[in-house]
């Protein structure tokens, strides 16, 4: 049996089949199937359902399907009115205390509250919009509240295809699990040319902290973003006409460094003819040039040697105005003539930020 508050059911005002419904003091309002469901305001659609409740002010809103979900009912500490808004589905739903133009749509025990404005709670369980979320989605997961305006919020966030354009930037999460722009592994310097001159050193030079400083690179760039006009980093500035690198935050960084050369374009051309052995070597030196961070030689082996490749890095972990630079010491007989003459040779220095 459904009921109309003890009275006939006016012109304005529907039930359409179901059980034990009933509508209380309201007008413009319908109840569609279902059962034991109660409406007690203006302006509001329920259709069908089980134990679904509309009470108090508020207008135009929609309760379709699911069980036991509430709009508007007036609890102590509370103002009841929900206008504008809807409950689609789910169970223990509830929506109150001055709530507008918001949705739930399925899911259970989720809630939006206390001036909640313009936000929805998509699926998931247990999950909470209060009025300082206002403009803002849950979606999915459960236990999450949103309390922060103009926010989406997620459980895992699991991207089907991903784009193959090039990045400008990283992500990661602060304390409160906010996306932000992210540093931890993934912002990285990077700079290249092709060697100029490298001179021989004598063979009492002190190693690589007296051999030539590599400057002048001819491509810069931060996260593939070419950064030759400002060489600035998230973590550090770069000098271009001295090669230092200068770091700008606490960080642990790893640094590494490669060098190809050869002495001709031709294969057949060695590095040096006689019958000692030489070397060439390759390191990272600090701005103070009386040691090295991380540094490696090759031996040069006379009319065997054409082409000289050398790689080194390291992870270390530096304060705020470190600095360090790349050097190459030529200790062979002859001096590599440079740019412009080697066809494809080069050198590249990275830096990677690791937190």
Sequence with gaps: ??????????????????????????RYTAILGGRDNICNDNHYSLLSGLGNEFSTEGQSNVLIGGRDNIMGVYVPGFDAPVSNSSIIGGRDNIMNDNVFNSSILSGRDNKILKYGRDSAIIGGSGNVINGIGARSVVLGGQNITGSTADTVYVPNLNINTIGSGVTIGNLGVDANNNVVNGQKGVDVFTCFKEPDVIPIHSSTAKGIPEGSVISSYTSIYNNHVDISSTLTTAFGTFNNG??????TVDCLLHAQVSIHLKQDTLSTVVWETGSTVTQIGLGICPNNATDI??????SVLPSVSRGLDISTGMSFRVLSGSTFRVKVLNQTTKTYPGSGTVSGDGIRFTITRLD
């Design 1 to 26: 049996m459904n009921i109309k508050n003890g009275t006939t059911i006016e012109a304005d005002e529907f039930v359409g089949g179901g059980d034990d419904n009933i509508l209380g003091n309201s």
């Design 242 to 247: 001295t090669g230092l690198f200068t770091t």
């Design 293 to 298: 961070h991380v540094g490696d030689f090759l």
